[in-house]
């Protein structure tokens, strides 16, 4: 367990913007910063961080927190998971117990799975330094290629053993469960029950995700080994922590560099990515072998608009160009191709240039996806048809950039190119964006109809605590949470003939306990009750406790409580501050009797809503006590007095229920 010490210096060193700014590219809006939201995908900024509040929050999915709850959404941890990642971000040393077997078995599985990857990945590390096959037959693979001993330790390069058996049994020896090796890929069980190594013989090449955690691994075959054989590389299956088509190769080394440069190179290998960063090109990453994929676009799209796809050019290499193109396009990506020279790729090249060479090379070749498009499909093409075949693919390229501005000046710098007329482009594109939005409106028609089958045959039952409770009880709980230590009622008697005055929460609490009232969300009565203690306390700020509070469902719900208030409240603020004394006097008195009024409001539609219900209630028992008279005698007056107590909390919200 980690002390209560601790988690407040953790707490206090945690900096939501510097958090944030590990998964998202901020750019400054005023007092606050804003982002593409990593929780959804969309294409205009609506995360928004507060350096102010410690907070972030997405006005689109609703997602967001403090520093905790924000790594413990980003990286699927728990809360004491997020503490560790936060306490060593900022080098706070955390002396934890070992801990007891059960304790060890109640770790969730995923969490396991990191454990077994970050275990291998070290362990294939210190073969390849230190074991004698390691030194012989990995390190001479890796230094025949070029690669620096530091360039090797960046990237966290290994070699697994020619036994197949070796890992498993070293792993179950250091008190690795054997099942976790078979979860993560690393090795598979045979038919008699052997755990054996997927990955044998071969130099390995982890992939660290985002946030630093190893979530799989590639392994080449060497060199005397690849003859004849069409798979030279291995790579982790589909797991809990691992799905190929999610991950890029080299993106934690790379998120800073991509940040600062404002563009990413995209390149096809390993070997790729560790040459250039050898070459002293920091900004790039690999997609290894899969085809380019909405998921890997969206993880980009976080630290840049542009990219520059850097492939062979050869003739895979181009058709991995051209099927990469559009999709970027369609996220709203500025989209640069660069072809090497014929029997060059990355890995080559890298080795005989200097980075300021290379980006030389690049910023003088590189070409927009149209002079890409133009070069390779039409340069030489003398068939009228294929050349028309070839411009419609260009068009229909330039259709799926969402900017209308950009699209138009695109259409005018290919009617230039091409020599057609620009009206027969935009006609055409209009054909193609007509097309598209025809086929995404029959998908919305087809999910609706889906939705509204679903709905239909099963109801759908509530899952979190906002849809759990009422609308009414969710408004006191907000009221609590942003108003909860403000005084509404001064100098009240109390039942002893004391003075005193009643706090919003503390007036909510009497009020409902007076009739042995409250709410149905347990979570919502922790809120009130911690609220009416807290208020005892000097100095005492509901906002912001329960925004930082250490029970995660409480910090969370407050956020998103607390964020449209807060947006409203900054236009304000500044005219607030120009006031002269007796004016904000005033203002903050008018604010008391307003916030007094509203309270009393909510609690009269609490009761109503409450017997509302008991009434229904009581109207079920009735019918089912049909057969015993002196059971619905007792029930018909319980419902009569139970009208009357309505009725009564109708006419004082000034409303009238007839019966």
Not at 495 to 522: K, M, R, W
Not at 559 to 569: A, F, G, K, V
Request: aromatic letters at 8%; glycine letters at 6%.
């Amino acid at each position: 367990m980690i002390d209560r010490e601790t988690v407040d210096r953790i707490k206090e060193a945690s900096n939501i913007v510097d958090v944030v700014s590990e998964f998202v590219t901020l750019r400054k809006s005023g007092a606050n910063f804003k982002g593409l939201c990593p929780f959804h995908d969309e294409k205009t900024p609506s995360f928004y961080v507060s350096p102010a509040r410690g907070t972030c929050h997405c006005f689109g999915c609703g997602k967001g927190g403090n520093p905790i709850g924000f790594i413990m959404e980003h990286e699927q941890l728990t809360y004491v998971e997020a503490l560790r990642w936060l306490a060593r971000k900022y080098h706070i040393e955390i002396k934890e117990r070992e801990l007891t077997e059960d304790e060890k078995r109640e770790q969730g599985e995923r969490e396991s799975m990191f454990i077994v990857n970050e275990w291998a990945a070290k362990h294939f590390e210190n073969i390849l330094h230190t074991h004698v096959d390691g030194t012989a037959i990995g390190m001479q693979y890796f230094r025949g290629r070029g690669f620096r001993d530091d360039i090797i330790r960046k990237f966290q390069l290994g070699f697994d053993l020619n036994d197949r058996e070796s890992l498993a049994r070293t792993a179950v020896s250091e008190g690795y469960r054997d099942e976790y090796l078979v979860k993560t890929g690393l090795c598979y069980r045979r038919d008699d029950g052997k755990v054996i190594s997927r990955f044998a013989g071969r130099v390995i090449f982890p992939w660290i995700g985002v946030s630093g955690k190893v979530v799989g691994f590639g392994g080449r075959l060497l060199d005397s080994r690849t003859k004849g054989v069409q798979q030279k590389y291995v790579n982790s299956p589909d797991s809990e922590v691992y799905h190929k088509d999610h991950e890029l190769y080299g993106i934690f080394q790379a998120k800073k560099a991509i940040a600062k440069e404002d563009c990413v190179y995209m390149v096809e290998g390993y070997t790729d990515v560790i040459s250039m960063h050898q070459c002293g090109i920091e900004n790039v990453v690999a997609n290894s072998g899969t085809a380019l994929s909405v998921h890997q676009i969206h993880t980009l799209h976080r630290f840049t608009d542009n990219i520059v796809l850097l492939y062979d050019g050869d003739a895979a290499g181009q058709h991995a160009a051209l099927r990469g193109t559009d999709m970027l396009l369609a996220e709203g990506m500025n989209v640069k191709v660069l072809l090497l020279p014929e029997n060059e790729d990355p890995d080559s090249f890298a080795r005989k240039h200097t980075a300021d060479s290379f980006k030389q090379y690049i910023d003088e070749h590189q070409a927009d996806f149209i002079q890409f498009k133009t070069r390779l499909l039409l340069e030489g093409e003398a068939d009228p048809a294929k050349r028309s075949e070839a411009i419609a693919s260009i068009v229909k390229s330039i259709s799926v950039v969402p900017n209308p501005i950009l699209r138009d000046t695109y259409v005018h710098e290919c009617s230039l190119r091409l020599g057609i007329s620009e009206a027969t482009l935009v006609n055409t594109m209009n054909g193609f964006i007509r097309e598209e939005k025809e086929q995404k409106a029959g998908e919305v028609r087809r999910r609706q109809e889906q939705a509204r089958l679903a709905a239909v045959t099963e109801a759908v039952q509530p899952t979190t605590p906002l849809e759990q409770a009422g609308k009414v009880e969710k408004m006191l709980v907000q009221m609590i949470i942003r108003h909860g230590n403000q005084v509404i009622f001064r100098n009240v008697q109390d039942d002893e003939g004391n003075s005193c005055n009643l706090t919003v929460a503390q007036y909510i609490y009497c009020d409902l306990s007076s009739d042995s009232l409250f709410f149905s969300n347990p979570l919502f009565n922790t809120i009130l009750e911690e609220a009416v203690e807290r208020c005892e306390h000097p100095g005492f700020e509901a906002e912001p406790y329960f925004i930082h509070h250490d029970n995660i469902e409480i910090s969370r719900l407050a956020n998103s409580m607390s964020m449209d208030r807060y947006q409203m409240l900054k236009a304000q603020t500044q005219k607030e501050e120009e006031m002269d004394e007796v004016m904000r006097m005033q203002k903050e008195k008018d604010k008391e009797d307003s916030l007094q009024q509203q309270t009393i409001r909510l609690l009269l539609d609490f009761r109503l809503d409450y017997l509302e219900h008991a009434l229904k209630e009581k109207q079920a028992a009735i019918a089912q006590a049909s057969n015993d008279p002196e059971r619905l005698m007792q029930l018909m007056a319980e419902f009569k007095e139970l009208q009357e107590t309505r009725n009564a909390a109708a006419k004082a919200l000034g409303s009238e229920i007839v019966i």
